[in-house]
């Protein structure tokens, strides 16, 4: 029931993940709403529905509104994972009250008291991982030390990456610029095992230096929407000069490809969610503007991430 297209475009989604991917998805909502958009996908024999009444908004506080409401979809999705009746949780919806309830219903690795949001960004040179990306929105230096291993561990199951290169997202590259907390955070990771390879200013996000690009979860946010925005306005600003006159219309046909592959490499729905790492399960979160096939791709993601155990793997790397 979450996210700004829910529940249409979770269920059309969630189809295609079964249809093309292999995936058995049970859906956990108002079931029939639920069974509404499923008769529309002519798959109305083919889905698990789990009855849960309640939603949470966007606007709600996470922790209030789990509290009063039991049967939140969310929370019985993080509650049938936690007891083994599925693999791996994906939601679109509230950010925060999926943190809470998977926090809740799994509880967390061994040394971890944080866990962070992984959104894996585009980079010239392939892939880098961004922690946190909006879990924990105030965070001390240790934390970001934990996100930083988190990280690592996380590039070496999804990248492929045996000693990721660590960069702390700051102000300047000099270990004196920042805040309070990145310059605490920046002396503590030179002192670990790590591949520490200093602060990474943000023109650099995209530049592919760092495999791992450390923050606070405010900051990471920020950072993840402004590279959103500013592709969507560049998207937009390339189809309007492509199309301003004969010539350039020649020319976008003769570019449409490489603009296809453009897109591809950038667009979130691509990679269609982020997992929670640090919990003792899977829990992937969506963007709140899914479409469906971004939500195909995070319960995809969700599934692989399960299949290839990457719980067990994070807890033998921390």
């Not at 240790?142 to 988190?150: K, P």
Request: with cysteine.
């Amino acid at each position: 029931m979450g996210g700004d297209r829910a529940p249409a475009a979770v269920v059309a989604g969630a189809v295609q993940a079964m249809r093309r991917h292999g995936v058995a998805v049970i859906l956990v909502g108002a079931a029939s709403r639920v069974h509404e958009e499923l008769a529309r996908q002519d798959a109305a024999s083919e889905v698990a529905v789990v009855d849960a009444p309640d939603a949470i908004a966007m606007d709600e506080s996470p922790l209030a509104a789990l509290r009063r409401k039991p049967r939140a979809s969310v929370r019985v999705a993080a509650e049938m994972v936690a007891r083994g009746e599925a693999a791996a949780l994906f939601s679109a919806g509230h950010t925060g009250a999926t943190f809470l309830a998977a926090h809740q219903a799994f509880g967390v690795l061994p040394g971890v008291d944080r866990p962070a949001l992984a959104v894996t960004v585009p980079t010239r040179t392939g892939a880098a991982i961004l922690l946190d990306a909006g879990a924990n929105m105030e965070s001390r230096p240790e934390h970001l030390v934990l996100f930083a291993r988190l990280g690592a561990a996380y590039a070496r199951v999804s990248l492929g990456i045996d000693r990721a290169r660590i960069g702390l997202l700051s102000i300047g590259e000099e270990a004196g610029k920042g805040t309070d907390l990145v310059r605490d955070a920046h002396a503590r990771l030179k002192e670990t095992s790590l591949d520490f390879i200093g602060n990474l200013e943000a023109r650099e996000f995209f530049s592919g230096r760092a495999d791992v690009i450390v923050c606070d979860g405010f900051t990471g946010n920020i950072a993840l929407k402004v590279g959103e925005g500013l592709v969507d306005a560049a998207e937009e600003m390339l189809r309007e000069e492509l199309g301003a006159d004969a010539v350039s219309r020649i020319g976008s046909l003769l570019t449409r490809r490489a603009f296809e592959r453009f897109k591809q490499r950038v667009d979130y729905a691509e990679r269609g969610g982020a997992p929670l790492l640090g919990l003792n399960g899977i829990a992937v979160i969506g963007h709140g503007r899914s479409t469906p096939q971004a939500i195909e791709n995070g319960i995809a993601l969700a599934a692989r991430l399960s299949r290839e155990r990457m719980v067990e793997r994070l807890a033998e790397a921390l």
